[in-house]
């Protein structure tokens, strides 16, 4: 990809990064505050959208 797009695709990336982790500690906070248990759907999907939106940041921080 050329300047200007390769620019405006990493800081997207890099967004929806944080976005997802910012997600996934919210469904972590508000199902641990609704008194939901460790293997409850909301702990296991925030922490898939922890993984993912860590994994996804460091391997957009490390290529650049």
Request: net charge positive; glycine share 18%.
């Amino acid at each position: 990809m050329p300047g200007p797009e390769r620019n405006v695709y990493r800081s997207s990336t890099r967004t929806l990064s944080a976005v997802m982790l910012l997600l996934g500690v919210a469904m972590l906070i508000s199902t641990l505050a609704r008194g939901g248990g460790v293997l409850s759907i909301g702990v296991i999907m925030g922490l898939l959208f922890l993984a993912a939106g860590g994994g996804r940041l460091y391997v957009s921080l490390k290529g650049s």
